[in-house]
């Protein structure tokens, strides 16, 4: 049984920034692809930024040029900053990676942005 955990999350007024990580306890943890998802309240749960086994990235249109997203394959690591967040964008935040055929996902810690 894989576990992501993460941490990070939290209250940021809007404009601001946050640095949210997730750690595998699995290995080869970008072997076949990891992500960030969020929902907010009341939506379904939506992709924001995914690595591919290649190393390359994708992001959601909305938060393109605004969020980076980064792996550690090494230390099994994934991070998303965020940057110039807004009020929408408050939601549950979620980590995830794919391990033998099975998606798994972190606890998603919460974040809030304020007007």
């Known amino acids: 049984q894989v576990q992501l955990v993460e941490s990070g999350g939290g209250l940021v007024q809007a404009g601001g920034s946050l640095r949210l990580s997730c750690t595998s306890s699995g290995s080869n943890f970008n072997r076949h692809g990891v992500g960030w998802y969020r929902q907010p309240p009341g939506l379904p749960r939506e992709s924001v930024a995914a690595?591919?086994?290649?190393?390359?990235?994708e992001y959601s249109d909305s938060v393109q040029s605004r969020f980076i997203v980064s792996s550690n394959n090494a230390e099994n690591t994934l991070a998303l900053q965020m940057n110039s967040l807004t009020p929408d964008e408050t939601a549950v935040y979620y980590c995830s990676a794919w391990y033998g055929g099975t998606q798994y996902w972190g606890q998603g810690p919460q974040v809030t942005v304020s007007t």
């Open positions: 690595v591919f086994s290649s190393g390359a990235t």
